[in-house]
């Protein structure tokens, strides 16, 4: 596609359920990147990945978080037994590689734990 | 660690003025990238504007120019020509040349009067 898509828009679930978040990075980007902006926040970033090689997974909040990417195509980012305060935007972007520094950000997974 | 600190939670503009939004950073990297986002209320984040700190010349795009002061860590944002368009929260961001990742700074709210 034109852009970096994610899906759902927007997901509400109960605390203590698991939830999955997709990423479609634009064609042709190697990196990949997961941010979350908390209400009224600025974006923190989570997790990278860049092609095959091992994802740098350091913003990633606690072991309840975790992301997965095949190759350089869609990313999943998966919350387990969440919490209330997991209650987010989480913005996914893509970026190419050789000198093309710039990120292109996806609509963002609105996501609310009751 | 890298912070990016913007100091202006809101501003608010008459339609055809010009505002200038403020961002410092504080690093010790001596090669970095500086980004300004802007995020209207549909989520998706939108680059207008960045600057390579090797570059001494500010950066501008049609009516968006920074003002890049290395020595002093600060890196503003000028609207001239305000538009209602223009409206939306905007973001500072910082990103070493080694690291991937974006470090963003808390945003300004940005009201564009008619």
């Known amino acids: 596609g034109a852009g970096v898509s994610q899906s759902p828009s927007n997901k509400v679930t109960e605390k203590g359920k698991d939830v999955e978040l997709r990423c479609d990075p634009i064609?042709?980007?190697?990196?990949l990147y997961w941010y979350r902006q908390r209400l009224g926040q600025g974006l923190e970033f989570l997790i990278y990945?860049?092609?095959?090689?091992?994802?740098?997974k350091s913003g990633l909040p606690s072991d309840r978080f975790s992301a997965e990417r095949t190759g350089e195509s869609v990313s999943t980012l998966t919350i387990q037994r969440t919490q209330q305060e997991d209650s987010a935007v989480y913005l996914c972007?893509?970026?190419?590689?050789?000198?093309?520094?710039?990120?292109?950000f996806g609509p963002g997974t609105r996501l609310l734990v009751l | 660690a890298q912070t990016v600190t913007q100091s202006q939670p809101e501003m608010s503009v008459q339609e055809a003025e010009t505002v200038t939004l403020s961002c410092t950073y504080d690093?010790?990297?001596?090669?970095?990238?500086l980004f300004w986002y802007k995020q209207p209320p549909s989520r998706q984040m939108i680059l207008v504007i960045r600057?390579?700190?090797?570059?001494?010349q500010n950066a501008t795009e049609n009516r968006f120019s920074v003002n890049f002061q290395k020595a002093a860590k600060s890196f503003s944002l000028k609207i001239s020509d305000s538009q209602l368009g223009d409206a939306a929260m905007y973001f500072c961001?910082?990103?070493?040349?080694?690291?991937?990742?974006?470090?963003f700074g808390s945003g300004t709210q940005l009201t564009v009067l008619p």
């Open positions: 972007a893509s970026s190419g590689n050789r000198g093309q520094e710039t990120q292109y």
């Open positions: 064609s042709g980007h190697t990196a």
């Open positions: 990945f860049q092609g095959n090689s091992a994802p740098d």
């Open positions: 690093t010790s990297e001596s090669d970095y990238y």
């Open positions: 600057q390579e700190a090797y570059k001494q």
């Open positions: 961001a910082y990103r070493s040349r080694p690291a991937r990742q974006l470090t």
